[in-house]
């Protein structure tokens, strides 16, 4: 399990840069970044490699919540992303919102929030996928 | 029996009415040394004579707000000039503005009830008092600044803003009360918070807030906050400044001083009183103030009497919170809509912060209205479904309230503006 900061933002020029100015002076490396938006407000998740370093950086008054989720390793080929989804079909587990990214030739990290993180994590292991903890995230990444 | 500054807190009702009609001739004989009265007066054909019972005022004439401007600078003025020693001044613009001038005993009469005021709810001498209201033309400052010098508190003048120094003050002097609009002291939280300081481990016993119209949440929301209680002060300059009405200990409504002030509540269109517990526009006539008495002064503010007697024994009657002026109300499709209206949905749900804002402008030919505000940091879950949902709960909540369906903004927490002086709630954008 690794966790992912949510941080509530206004979907207007200038509050990204706010975000990653604050990150960038606190030394605060990026690993991943997700930005959803509906109307108005918007939402930016990001995986950095010092999440309780991040959370004061962006500080009060900011509206910002750690979101636990699962790292699973996949093989980057065709139809790697379909055995995770069938797995967690399987096992009656919705995926609520998904990211990934290839860190290298051969392999992926797919990013999925769920209602239940460590049942997701059981059912993907027996399927003989990697999950990764924070150490483990932070090695892949390198 | 409560402790009194002045026995006069608990007259009865016939001697506070007998006392009220000596000084109501005494008023309209005073009134009718002004140039604009005089004239009035005379139109009419009454004189202090006409008034043989507390009734025969309402063949007086409403004295209207217009009628200020119309006199500026001296028309009101019912003493020679020398007798003058100090001038209260709206912020109106030219052909807007308002002068109210006080004699030495009127500023000595104003300064004895807000000292009743102050004393009522608990301050002595001895009370350490952060007065954070605006001093100079505005009344709030001076008015409460010469009022708790009466009682022999030890007064910072602090005025408004600077709020790492308000607070460093606190500390260093031990402030036991303090006297603040509202919004500021909303705002002030964010610099506590900034400072690491908490209010609740200072020495305030109490706070007064005053010179702007709040909700029951908002008080809610300051007294939680603040860990103090906070009473409402009412005033108007035309009438001298705060301290014309004052809540007491039960904080059932704000006792209004009735050997200084006749009160009628009126329906705004009629001109006719409202039955007991109607809402309605609060019309004043001073009775004891000798450089510009007014005669039935159309106020502008909505309230209502509290019906019945208070808890606390005192028998002059109380007045609701102020729900508004009528001047603060906007019309949004043929609906009249109150800012405090919406400030008291706002403020009943936990989800929503402290700082709020209400925009109108005009989409095509519609009239739209838009309220911002800010979400708090904990009721953020992390996802947007969630925040639509509260988006259309707060939309929602309003139109059950207002009868029409704002839109709704959620903002950052601390984004919107902070509000150091009297809160700018309504920005009107619409055209003409």
Known sequence: MIEQLAIFSENKPGRLEKITEALAKANVNIRAIHVASLGDMGVIKLVVDRPDDAYRALGAPAAIRKIPCVAVRVPDRPGALHEVTRVLREAGINIENASGFAVSRAEAILLLEVADVPAAEQVLAQAEFKTLDEGEFEAAVL | ?432
């Open chain 2, 1 to 432: 029996m409560p402790d009194l500054y002045d026995p006069l807190e608990l007259t009865s009702r016939d001697e506070l009415h007998a006392l009220q009609l000596d000084r109501l001739r005494w008023t309209i004989a005073q009134a009718a040394r002004s140039p604009h009265y005089a004239k009035v007066f005379s139109s009419l054909d009454i004189s202090a004579d006409s008034v043989n019972a507390l009734d025969d005022l309402r063949r007086f004439p409403f004295t209207e707000k217009q009628d200020l401007r119309d006199s500026y600078p001296f028309g009101l003025l019912a003493v020679p000039k020398d007798e003058v020693v100090r001038m209260h001044h709206s912020s109106g613009t030219t052909g807007m503005a308002i002068a109210v001038f006080h004699t030495a005993r009127d500023i000595a009469h104003w300064a004895d009830l807000v000292a009743r005021c102050l004393y009522m709810v608990g301050v002595r001498q001895g009370d350490v008092f952060q007065n954070m209201m605006t001093y100079g033309l505005f009344t709030g400052g001076l008015g409460l600044h010469y009022g708790a010098e009466k009682l022999g508190c030890f007064i910072l003048p602090t005025g408004a803003g600077n709020s790492h120094r308000q607070i460093q003050f606190m500390q260093i002097f031990s402030t036991t009360f303090v006297h603040i609009i509202p919004s500021y002291a909303l705002a002030l939280l964010g610099a506590f918070e900034e400072m690491g300081v908490d209010p609740k481990s200072l020495s305030l016993r109490l706070a007064v807030g005053g010179a702007e119209p709040y909700s029951e949440g908002m008080r809610a929301r300051l007294q939680e906050s603040w860990g103090i209680p906070f009473y409402n002060c009412y005033g108007l300059s035309e009438m001298q400044g705060p301290g014309v009405a004052f809540e007491c200990p039960a904080q059932q409504g704000l006792h209004i001083w009735e050997d200084s002030y006749l009160v009628e509540i009126i329906n705004p269109d009629t001109g006719e009183p409202v039955s007991d517990g109607e809402e309605g526009e609060l019309v004043l006539t001073s009775l004891t103030r000798e450089a510009m008495p007014l005669i039935r002064y159309r106020t502008r503010d909505l309230t209502s009497f509290v019906p019945g007697p208070c808890p606390c024994g005192r028998t002059h009657r109380r007045l609701s919170r102020i729900q508004g002026r009528s001047d603060d109300m906007f019309i949004l499709r043929g609906v009249n809509i109150f800012p405090l209206q919406i400030e008291r949905v706002l403020m009943s749900m936990p989800e929503v912060g402290h700082n709020y804002l209400i925009v109108l402008d005009r989409e095509g030919y519609a009239d739209r209205l838009t309220v911002r505000v800010e979400l708090t940091p904990e009721a953020f879950q992390g996802d947007l479904a969630h925040l639509k949902s509260l988006q259309d709960r707060i939309a929602d909540a309003l139109r059950e309230e207002i009868l029409v369906r704002p839109r709704v903004e959620l903002v950052e927490p601390g984004s919107l503006p902070r509000q150091e002086g009297k809160a700018v709630r309504v920005v009107d954008e619409r055209e003409g």
